[in-house]
């Protein structure tokens, strides 16, 4: 299945909707909720300490909202991008979106249990195109091959992220728990990155637990490059389409931070 101007209209929409959630961020120092510059100086005037340093400056509230905007600009630009694969498996591979959900539960803190959810999962036999599913099943064959993973299995799994530099110990132990999970109910787990940012001892424990990484790269086979993935596997120019778009997705990024420094 080809994509159309509609499609990918729609796929720029949910990036840029997900980034403008950054536009109006206000740091909030501790408190439980969002404080204006008025706010904080009265805050930080009234604490001595503070005020004695200098902290209760307009320039101190610019930086923090700054600082705290870019984070927060990265975390939306990994939930666009999350939301972007999910539309893309659903119209390359003719998916409903219910067929891409996939969860396992843990024990919860107090008793009961907590479900924990993946990004996407493609189980290869709810695809309907002939060809897809070929391609699809060369291709879990070439990563298990890659991984040296035995098992046979019946699907993918994915973890969507613009990037990976967080050293969240906790963060790691769930994902590791995530890829036995995935494994024991039959699917690959695949660290999908759109950039090429990742610790290189971050990846190489998450190899160790054997998850697929793809990288951000434009060079590269489907097994190590998120966009050979999608262009050999999923037919569809990601790359392409970020590059056709770049002068709007730069200009809304700059439009974000000059309104974080205001």
Same mark, same amino acid.
């Given at each position: ?121 493609? $189980? #290869? ?10 391609? !699809?099943? /060369?291709? &879990?064959?070439?990563? =298990? ?29 769930? $994902? #590791? ?10 699917? !690959?787990? /695949?660290? &999908?990155?759109?950039? =090429? ?66």
């Amino acid at each position: 299945m080809s994509i159309d101007n509609n499609a990918e209209s729609r796929y720029l929409n949910l990036l840029i909707e997900a980034l403008r959630k950054c536009r109006d961020y206000r740091p909030r120092f501790g408190s439980g909720s969002e404080m204006t510059l008025e706010d904080f100086q009265k805050l930080y005037r009234a604490d001595p300490f503070y005020s004695w340093f200098g902290l209760d400056s307009t320039e101190v509230y610019r930086a923090h909202r700054l600082a705290g905007g870019i984070t927060s600009l990265y975390r939306q630009l990994g939930t666009g991008c999350e939301q972007l694969f999910r539309e893309i498996l659903c119209d390359t591979l003719q998916l409903q979106h219910q067929r891409l959900h996939w969860y396992y539960t843990v024990p919860a803190p107090g008793g009961g249990v907590r479900k924990v959810t993946l990004d996407a999962k493609v $189980d #290869i036999g709810d695809v309907q195109s002939q060809e897809r599913k070929q391609l !699809l099943r /060369v291709w &879990l064959r070439d990563a =298990c091959n890659t991984l040296a993973v035995t098992t046979s299995l019946k699907g993918i799994v994915f973890e969507v992220r613009q990037g990976y530099k967080s050293k969240d110990s906790k963060r790691q132990q769930a $994902d #590791i728990t995530s890829a036995a999970n995935a494994f024991a109910n039959g699917y !690959l787990p /695949v660290l &999908l990155l759109l950039s =090429c940012q990742i610790d290189e001892d971050i990846a190489l424990r998450y190899q160790s637990a054997r998850w697929l990484i793809l990288r951000g790269m434009t060079e590269g086979t489907s097994t190590q490059s998120t966009y050979a993935f999608c262009s050999d596997v999923l037919c569809y120019d990601l790359a392409g389409f970020f590059e056709r778009n770049s002068k709007i997705l730069r200009q809304e990024v700059l439009s974000i931070i000059r309104q974080l420094l205001r």
